[in-house]
C-alpha cells in the first residue's frame, strides 16, 4: 500500500476505527516517517457500537504505545439545536474537534482514512444532488483548516480492496460501522448498487472519474481567478452569470465562516435567488437563505448576516 504523506514532525491521525484509518494509522507507524498521535471521535449516534469503536481504538493504540485523545460529541444534540442533518452535523463537528486536538499537540498536519472508493461515490454522490462543478472535484487531496493546521488525504489513491489486503497481510483487524450496508442511506446505496453496475461498464471507473475530476478542477480553479473581491453591486452587475454566481457563493462562505465558524456552500437555487437580487433588486431588499443567514442589498452593496431569530438564540 502507497500513501502519498506529506513531511511532518507530528501527524494526527483521524482514527474511527474502520479499515482506512486503521491502515493509514498502522502504514505511518510502520514507515516511521514521524511522530503520530491519534484522535478518536464518538458522534454518540450508534449507542453500544460507537462505544465499541472507541474501546478498540484505545486497545489499538495503546499496543502501539500511539497518544489517543477521545472527544465524544452529542451530535444528535447539535443536530436538533441547528436544524441541519445529523451527518453535516457530524462532519463539521469532528473536523472542528481534530482542528483543536491538532492545535493542543502542535500537529501541523491532520491525516484522515479517504479512499479511492470514496472519491467515487462522493462525485457519483454529488452528481446526483446536483451540485454543480464544485462537486464534481470530488475530495480535495488537502484542505487547510486554519493558521498553521492541514487535513492531508494521503490514501485517496488506493482502492478499499487494497487497503483491506495490506491489513489482512499484517494481521490487523478493524470495526465495521453496521449502518454501512444499510441502503436507506444514498452513499451506501451507490457503494452497493450504483458503481457495480458502473464498473460492469468501465472497469477502471475509480480512474476515470477521477481523470474526470481533475479536468473539472483544473476550469474551476481558472474561473475562480476571475472572481474579484468585492460585494459591490455596481461591479458585482457586470460580471457574466458563471463569476457572478462563484463571486456569490464566496462571500456567502465567507459570511458564514465569520458568523458560525463553517464556510458552508451557498446551495444553487439559493445562489440563483441571490444573483436575482443583485440584478433586479432595489435597495434593502432582503431574503432568508439556508444556515440561518440572511442576503440583503444594502448601500449599493451585497450583504450577507445572522437572521434575527439566530441571533436572538446565540444571545446577541
Do not use: W
Not at 488525504?153 to 482502492?159: A, E, F, Q
Not at 483487524?173 to 464498473?199: G, H, M
Not at 480512474?207 to 474561473?223: K, N, P
Amino acid at each position: 500500500m502507497t500513501a502519498n504523506i506529506p513531511a511532518a514532525k507530528l501527524y494526527l491521525v483521524a482514527l474511527s476505527g474502520g479499515a482506512d484509518s486503521v491502515a493509514l494509522l498502522r502504514h505511518i507507524y510502520a514507515t516511521a516517517q514521524g511522530r503520530v498521535a491519534a484522535c478518536h471521535v464518538n458522534h454518540m449516534i450508534r449507542g453500544d457500537e460507537a462505544q465499541r469503536d472507541e474501546s478498540f481504538c484505545a486497545a489499538l493504540c495503546a499496543r502501539l504505545d500511539v497518544p489517543l485523545e477521545i472527544y465524544r460529541i452529542d451530535v444528535p444534540a447539535l443536530a436538533a439545536e441547528s436544524g441541519r442533518g445529523i451527518e453535516e452535523t457530524a462532519r463539521d463537528a469532528r473536523y472542528a474537534a481534530l482542528t483543536q486536538e491538532a492545535q493542543r499537540i502542535g500537529a501541523a498536519v491532520i491525516l484522515t482514512g479517504h479512499n479511492a472508493d470514496d472519491f467515487t461515490e462522493t462525485v457519483l454522490f454529488n452528481l446526483t444532488r446536483g451540485a454543480g462543478p464544485a462537486g464534481l472535484c470530488g475530495i480535495p487531496p488537502m484542505r487547510q483548516m486554519c493558521d498553521g493546521v492541514t487535513v492531508h488525504r494521503p490514501l485517496l489513491g488506493v482502492s478499499r480492496a487494497e487497503i483491506e489486503q495490506y491489513l489482512a497481510d499484517i494481521g490487523q483487524d478493524f470495526v465495521t460501522d453496521s449502518t454501512n450496508s444499510d441502503t436507506c442511506y444514498s452513499r451506501n446505496l451507490i457503494r452497493a448498487q450504483v458503481i457495480p453496475a458502473l464498473r460492469r461498464i468501465n472497469p477502471a471507473l475509480d480512474t476515470a472519474v477521477a481523470r474526470t475530476a481533475a479536468l473539472i478542477g483544473e476550469q474551476e480553479d481558472a474561473l475562480d481567478t476571475l472572481v474579484l473581491p468585492t460585494d459591490e453591486l455596481s461591479v458585482l452587475r457586470t460580471l457574466p452569470g458563471a463569476i457572478l454566481s462563484r463571486a456569490v457563493r464566496r462571500l456567502y462562505a465567507e459570511a458564514s465562516q465569520r458568523l458560525y465558524g463553517t464556510a458552508a456552500v451557498l446551495p444553487y437555487d439559493a445562489t440563483g435567488m441571490v444573483m436575482k437580487m443583485i440584478t433586479d433588486g432595489k435597495a434593502r431588499d432582503r431574503i432568508s437563505l439556508p444556515g440561518k443567514i440572511y442576503g440583503a442589498v444594502m448601500k449599493g452593496r451585497l450583504v450577507f448576516g445572522a437572521d434575527s431569530r439566530e441571533k436572538k438564540r446565540r444571545g446577541h
